[in-house]
């Protein structure tokens, strides 16, 4: 390969072009080409002829192949639709012939070149006119005049040609008009093929390649999306040849009608309708400075000159005034001149003065700011210490923490919710609330804390854990607005052990209820026996009927203080009962009487 020297050595005019003027000279010279001498009509309607009426009537899809990467003409956007300058004029041709338009999509402009060589597409979307495609496609009007640019990095002289880049490194499309151009007219320049444009404005931006070749509007829409802000343009590529600098739909060479019918269809678009179209896809970009930088430094460098010669001439008036001056006029200017001197050194040093005074007070001003700087640092420390130590009291209580938004999505949590549920940190990031609190999407809970609820909700619940195990929990919520944005504060209480005991102790009070009743009956049961046996004892007339009658009192009396044991009982369940409301139901008495 050919070893290049630097650009800077080129040797050519100083000004450069305005980028803004090129785009707008470009544009209004999309007004000036036509397809024929006549203007194009403002009538929607094509006149056709009854040989391309049938033509129509047998082909209704065409299958059009973009390039696509050369926005704003064509491109392929992430979501596979085809947009850009031709997208939108064969949109207004297929509405207009009641065509549809298939669209085939190809990894780079080669591979379209292949398809319409092989005749398995019909119409490439934006082409430049040039002999040297001849052998396989044919050209509908051009619809947009685009001469190719040399786009340079902004260091690099202006108003150049492909004759400067003789022994150049530069950056040409694979397959672009521009890559035939330098291979069959310009040998002497060494290509450097790139697959898209973006890469080979990149080559230039990082000084891999010398220059781009390539449109104007093609090159702005990249330089504007990739941020290249130290390209400009350095020159217009002129060819004798001026159909090189014409883009068209470019049709396979065996389908003419295809031509003509595309060609009576453009004319039929008013240019208002162009106008549209194309103010929507071009955008100004690449401006270089409007004064060239060595032009700027030349025009200093003039003005510079001309102060030097200006300064001299008065000097030399002033010291010929002064020669022929009176001596003593010179001596009373000499003194006034110190006197002047003096003022002004007395007036500096008072502005000195103040200046330092200012400097003083500035300063001063500053140390208070500084202290408070630090004052605020400070005190960010001592709450940041806090609000950690509220963060480790937060993990090391017992109570599950949660908190979530209105939706229901975990933001954060407690560390003992990952203890407790056997989740991990990323599984409940990624986890909404619902999943472990089903009551949590109820009616009741959510729609009460949506507005900031001054109070707690409470209910109880089970949370489901990983395992698949259920949990009951007592859930506290609260809601409060955090950054414009409601936050909800779950806590929830494993009440496992408490659920326990209230069984333990449902199942006491139970058992207590039926010892009572047993008391009862079996109070009923001796009483009614022992006053048989108190009858027969008195009828008894003997000493053995004394004796039966001392132990039935003994025994009377034990009745009389199992059945005091059993009022003190009674009172006893009727005051839990009053103070434990979740105690299972009283069982029914039967009445007795004492005797």
């Given at each position: 390969?050919?070893?290049?020297?630097?650009?800077?050595?080129?040797?050519?005019?100083?000004?450069?072009?305005?980028?803004?003027?090129?785009?707008?000279?470009?544009?209004?010279?999309?007004?000036?080409?036509?397809?024929?001498?006549?203007?194009?009509?403002?009538?929607?309607?094509?006149?056709?002829?009854?040989?391309?009426?049938?033509?129509?009537?047998?082909?209704?899809?065409?299958?059009?192949?973009?390039?696509?990467?050369?926005?704003?003409?064509?491109?392929?956007?992430?979501?596979?639709?085809?947009?850009?300058?031709?997208?939108?004029?064969?949109?207004?041709?297929?509405?207009?012939?009641?065509?549809?338009?298939?669209?085939?999509?190809?990894?780079?402009?080669?591979?379209?070149?292949?398809?319409?060589?092989?005749?398995?597409?019909?119409?490439?979307?934006?082409?430049?006119?040039?002999?040297?495609?001849?052998?396989?496609?044919?050209?509908?009007?051009?619809?947009?005049?685009?001469?190719?640019?040399?786009?340079?990095?902004?260091?690099?002289?202006?108003?150049?040609?492909?004759?400067?880049?003789?022994?150049?490194?530069?950056?040409?499309?694979?397959?672009?008009?521009?890559?035939?151009?330098?291979?069959?007219?310009?040998?002497?320049?060494?290509?450097?093929?790139?697959?898209?444009?973006?890469?080979?404005?990149?080559?230039?931006?990082?000084?891999?390649?010398?220059?781009?070749?390539?449109?104007?509007?093609?090159?702005?829409?990249?330089?504007?999306?990739?941020?290249?802000?130290?390209?400009?343009?350095?020159?217009?590529?002129?060819?004798?040849?001026?159909?090189?600098?014409?883009?068209?739909?470019?049709?396979?060479?065996?389908?003419?009608?295809?031509?003509?019918?595309?060609?009576?269809?453009?004319?039929?678009?008013?240019?208002?309708?162009?106008?549209?179209?194309?103010?929507?896809?071009?955008?100004?970009?690449?401006?270089?400075?409007?004064?060239?930088?060595?032009?700027?430094?030349?025009?200093?460098?003039?003005?510079?000159?001309?102060?030097?010669?200006?300064?001299?001439?008065?000097?030399?008036?002033?010291?010929?005034?002064?020669?022929?001056a009176e001596k003593t006029n010179q001596l009373v200017e000499e003194l006034e001149e110190k006197k002047r001197?003096?003022?002004?050194?007395?007036?500096?040093?008072?502005?000195?003065?103040?200046?330092?005074?200012?400097?003083?007070?500035?300063?001063?001003?500053?140390?208070?700011?500084?202290?408070?700087?630090?004052?605020?640092?400070?005190?960010?420390?001592?709450?940041?210490?806090?609000?950690?130590?509220?963060?480790?009291?937060?993990?090391?209580?017992?109570?599950?923490?949660?908190?979530?938004?209105?939706?229901?999505?975990?933001?954060?949590?407690?560390?003992?919710?990952?203890?407790?549920?056997?989740?991990?940190?990323?599984?409940?990031?990624?986890?909404?609330?619902?999943?472990?609190?089903?009551?949590?999407?109820?009616?009741?809970?959510?729609?009460?804390?949506?507005?900031?609820?001054?109070?707690?909700?409470?209910?109880?619940?089970?949370?489901?854990?990983?395992?698949?195990?259920?949990?009951?929990?007592?859930?506290?919520?609260?809601?409060?607005?955090?950054?414009?944005?409601?936050?909800?504060?779950?806590?929830?209480?494993?009440?496992?052990?408490?659920?326990?005991?209230?069984?333990?102790?449902?199942?006491?009070?139970?058992?207590?209820?039926?010892?009572?009743?047993?008391?009862?009956?079996?109070?009923?049961?001796?009483?009614?026996?022992?006053?048989?046996?108190?009858?027969?004892?008195?009828?008894?007339?003997?000493?053995?009927?004394?004796?039966?009658?001392?132990?039935?009192?003994?025994?009377?009396?034990?009745?009389?203080?199992?059945?005091?044991?059993?009022?003190?009982?009674?009172?006893?369940?009727?005051?839990?009962?009053?103070?434990?409301?979740?105690?299972?139901?009283?069982?029914?008495?039967?009445?007795?009487?004492?005797?």
């Amino acid at each position: 390969m050919r070893r290049t020297t630097p650009m800077n050595s080129y040797t050519s005019p100083l000004r450069s072009f305005s980028l803004r003027f090129l785009v707008l000279v470009a544009f209004f010279g999309i007004m000036t080409i036509s397809g024929g001498a006549d203007a194009p009509s403002s009538d929607p309607l094509v006149p056709l002829t009854p040989h391309e009426q049938e033509w129509l009537s047998t082909h209704q899809v065409l299958r059009v192949c973009p390039d696509p990467s050369y926005p704003p003409f064509e491109l392929i956007t992430p979501d596979g639709s085809y947009e850009g300058i031709s997208a939108d004029l064969l949109r207004v041709i297929a509405n207009r012939l009641g065509l549809t338009l298939e669209i085939i999509s190809c990894k780079n402009w080669s591979q379209c070149i292949e398809k319409i060589q092989n005749r398995e597409v019909d119409i490439l979307g934006a082409v430049y006119i040039s002999d040297l495609r001849n052998a396989y496609l044919l050209y509908s009007t051009p619809y947009y005049s685009a001469p190719l640019y040399i786009i340079t990095k902004n260091t690099v002289p202006s108003d150049l040609t492909l004759s400067d880049l003789d022994g150049r490194a530069v950056a040409v499309v694979n397959g672009y008009t521009a890559h035939l151009l330098l291979k069959e007219k310009y040998p002497t320049v060494n290509p450097i093929v790139v697959s898209d444009i973006p890469e080979g404005l990149e080559k230039v931006a990082f000084g891999s390649a010398d220059a781009y070749l390539g449109d104007l509007a093609t090159a702005s829409y990249y330089t504007e999306k990739l941020g290249l802000v130290n390209l400009k343009v350095s020159g217009e590529v002129k060819t004798p040849d001026q159909t090189l600098q014409h883009l068209a739909f470019g049709i396979r060479s065996d389908q003419p009608t295809l031509v003509s019918i595309l060609n009576k269809t453009l004319q039929s678009i008013s240019e208002k309708e162009k106008k549209v179209i194309f103010s929507r896809w071009i955008p100004p970009s690449l401006t270089p400075p409007l004064v060239s930088t060595h032009l700027l430094l030349a025009t200093a460098g003039i003005v510079a000159f001309c102060l030097i010669i200006i300064g001299t001439f008065f000097i030399w008036n002033r010291s010929l005034r002064t020669a022929v001056a009176e001596k003593t006029n010179q001596l009373v200017e000499e003194l006034e001149e110190k006197k002047r001197i003096l003022v002004e050194l007395e007036q500096k040093n008072t502005e000195l003065s103040g200046a330092y005074e200012q400097l003083a007070a500035t300063e001063e001003e500053l140390k208070q700011q500084y202290y408070q700087l630090a004052d605020k640092q400070e005190e960010l420390r001592s709450r940041e210490e806090r609000l950690r130590q509220v963060r480790f009291s937060i993990d090391q209580s017992h109570d599950l923490i949660f908190w979530i938004s209105l939706d229901g999505t975990i933001r954060d949590f407690s560390n003992r919710v990952l203890s407790t549920l056997g989740f991990t940190k990323e599984e409940l990031i990624s986890m909404n609330m619902s999943a472990i609190d089903q009551e949590l999407s109820s009616e009741y809970a959510m729609l009460k804390c949506e507005t900031s609820c001054p109070v707690p909700v409470r209910y109880e619940t089970e949370f489901l854990t990983k395992s698949g195990e259920k949990l009951p929990m007592e859930v506290s919520l609260i809601s409060y607005e955090y950054a414009d944005e409601t936050i909800i504060l779950l806590s929830a209480r494993d009440i496992r052990e408490r659920k326990m005991m209230e069984e333990l102790k449902r199942g006491a009070f139970t058992q207590i209820d039926k010892n009572i009743e047993q008391f009862a009956i079996l109070n009923d049961q001796i009483r009614n026996p022992l006053t048989l046996l108190m009858i027969y004892a008195e009828e008894m007339d003997s000493p053995d009927g004394e004796k039966i009658l001392e132990q039935i009192n003994r025994i009377d009396q034990l009745v009389d203080r199992l059945d005091r044991g059993l009022l003190e009982s009674e009172k006893v369940r009727r005051f839990l009962r009053k103070y434990y409301h979740d105690l299972p139901a009283e069982i029914p008495r039967n009445n007795h009487n004492d005797r």
